[in-house]
């Protein structure tokens, strides 16, 4: 059966991973049809942008590529060859529109991730497509709270956060994804913020979690950067979910 008229073919990269999936949902009840790309089999297509294998396929009829996947458990690692295969990849697919997703402050924290980040951006203007910084998401920080509440004494990083949920940043996406190529576009961050050990509290509070909370202070110029708040975007605020709101929905507390 061929596609109904008008219809974008959209590969999303990331498909199952906490981005991805909002995206994917957001997308198809926009009426797209949405391919999702994993290393894992379950998805409709299998392949690693860190060797390549898999892209041609992916991409074959694509209108736009969302690139939400990274190698976010370590460091960005493969991330940058990822982005050169998925780019060359797409050259020979008949250049589809590229929307790639970054994080807030990466020119300006010296983080190693970040870095990657920052040079996989690069590559994504040098193609000619669209690029989104977002603050951290409410489900890094839900999973960050959860680490550290493993131990009796709760440790939590003392830094601001302006955490946004993963359906909004998907929301912005969907806009994207129906405009025209752009390089980089204003950041997004989330409606409020607030401290990192305030949302690590709610999370004990929310959970009845005893520990003891302990804010932070880590050495070194990356920590100090995200102290001063380099990662914020107060002047982008989302006008979306709310930590609390988030957090009483995904614990029930
Ligand atoms: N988390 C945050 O707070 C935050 C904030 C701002 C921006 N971002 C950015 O948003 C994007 C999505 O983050 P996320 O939190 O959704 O990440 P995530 O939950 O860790 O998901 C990462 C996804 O990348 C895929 N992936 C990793 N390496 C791959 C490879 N070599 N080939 C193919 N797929 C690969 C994984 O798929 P399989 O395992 O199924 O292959 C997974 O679906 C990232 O670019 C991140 O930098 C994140």
């Known amino acids: 059966m061929g596609r109904r008229e008008g219809m974008k073919r959209i590969l999303v990269t990331g498909i199952t991973g906490t981005l991805g999936r909002p995206v994917a949902g957001m997308l198809r009840s926009l009426g797209a049809e949405v391919r999702g790309l994993s290393r894992r089999p379950g998805q409709d297509f299998q392949g690693d942008l860190a060797d390549g294998s898999g892209l041609d396929a992916a991409l074959n009829g694509v209108d736009v590529v969302v690139h939400c996947a990274s190698n976010t458990r370590r460091l960005g690692r493969g991330d940058l060859p990822g982005v050169r295969n998925l780019l060359t ?39 000619g497509g669209t690029i989104l910084r977002a603050t951290q998401f409410h489900e890094f920080v839900l999973g960050g709270a959860r680490l550290a509440a493993r131990l009796p004494v709760v440790f939590a990083p003392d830094v601001p956060v302006q ?8 929301v912005r996406i969907a806009e994207l994804v129906d405009g025209q190529p752009a390089g980089r576009v204003a950041d997004l961050g989330g409606p409020e ?61």
């Open 89 to 127: 990849a797409a050259g020979r697919a008949g250049r589809p529109y590229v929307v790639f997703v970054s994080i807030v402050g990466v020119d300006v924290i010296p983080y190693p991730y970040y870095r990657v980040k920052l040079a996989a951006e690069g590559l994504v203007e040098g193609y």
């Open 163 to 170: 955490p946004i949920s993963a359906r909004d940043v998907a």
């Open 193 to 253: 913020v607030l401290r990192a050990p305030d949302l690590f509290r709610d999370y004990l509070r929310v959970t009845g979690g005893g520990g003891r909370l302990v804010p932070v202070r880590l050495p070194g110029t990356a920590f100090g950067a995200f102290r001063r708040g380099a990662h914020l975007a107060p002047s982008h605020r989302s006008v979306g979910e709310r930590w609390a709101d988030f957090l009483r929905a995904r614990t029930g507390g």
